[in-house]
């Protein structure tokens, strides 16, 4: 089975600070993403990468930026934490090639920013 | 502008009920229709999805039914298990694209004992 593990379940940050989330999937797949989950809004595209280094925004792009180094691994940056970016993270993968329709999610970070 | 609207916000049912979910789309591009499970604490799942080939595809007791011309799709679940509560995501892609999701808000779904 995939596994899209999320380093933290709890967050609390103040205003301000430098945030950094982090995921890892162990599953070789080339496309992985960031998104946010918020209530009666569903889930939104904040970020997406189809390869190392590579990225493209999503629907929600201001006041995040993403860090893909390795290709197991995919970082979402807040550079400047804000009480409206209190929402839960949700970080997927999915293959580019067989299964590709398929989204595998992690447990998501619940950030909540004072 | 949201591009899947989802109803209802939350789904109270008996157990041995049936729940039904409804979506309704603009973009008729869209081709790829999945239904995401989700528990709490947990991330989202794939439950079942539908191309617009078919009107329905079943998977033990879970259908999708798929009205093209009224762009509207919708989750049913027979016999409803309290197991079965979880929050329900529909969504759309188009499969030139996958790499881009269109998620609706949400059914928060509780089946009672």
């Known amino acids: 089975d995939v596994k899209v593990t999320q380093s933290s379940r709890y967050l609390v940050k103040r205003t301000g600070e430098k945030v950094f989330l982090e995921c890892v999937q162990d599953m070789d797949h080339e496309n992985m993403f960031w998104y946010r989950q918020d209530p009666g809004l569903g889930l939104r595209l904040i970020y997406f990468?189809?390869?190392?280094?590579?990225?493209e925004k999503g629907d929600i792009p201001e006041g995040y930026s993403v860090s893909r180094e390795k290709k197991e691994r995919f970082s979402l940056i807040l550079e400047s934490a804000s009480t409206n970016q209190t929402s839960m993270y949700l970080c997927a993968s999915s293959s580019a090639r067989q299964g590709r329709e398929k989204l595998f999610f992690g447990s998501g970070t619940q950030l909540s920013v004072l | 502008q949201q591009q899947v609207k989802q109803s209802p916000q939350s789904l109270i049912v008996q157990k041995g009920g049936i729940s039904i979910i409804n979506c309704a789309y603009e973009n008729t591009a869209f081709d790829y229709f999945p239904w995401y499970q989700q528990f709490p604490g947990k991330g989202p799942a794939l439950l079942i999805a539908?191309?617009?080939?078919?009107s329905e595809k079943k998977e033990g007791r879970f259908t999708i039914s798929f009205n093209k011309s009224a762009k509207q799709f919708s989750l049913h679940i027979m016999d409803s298990q309290p197991g079965d509560s979880a929050t329900y995501f529909c969504a759309a892609s188009v499969e030139a694209n996958f790499n881009k999701f269109y998620f609706g808000s949400g059914t928060k779904l509780n089946v009672k004992p």
């Open positions: 990468s189809y390869d190392v280094k590579m990225k």
């Open positions: 539908i191309r617009p080939d078919v």
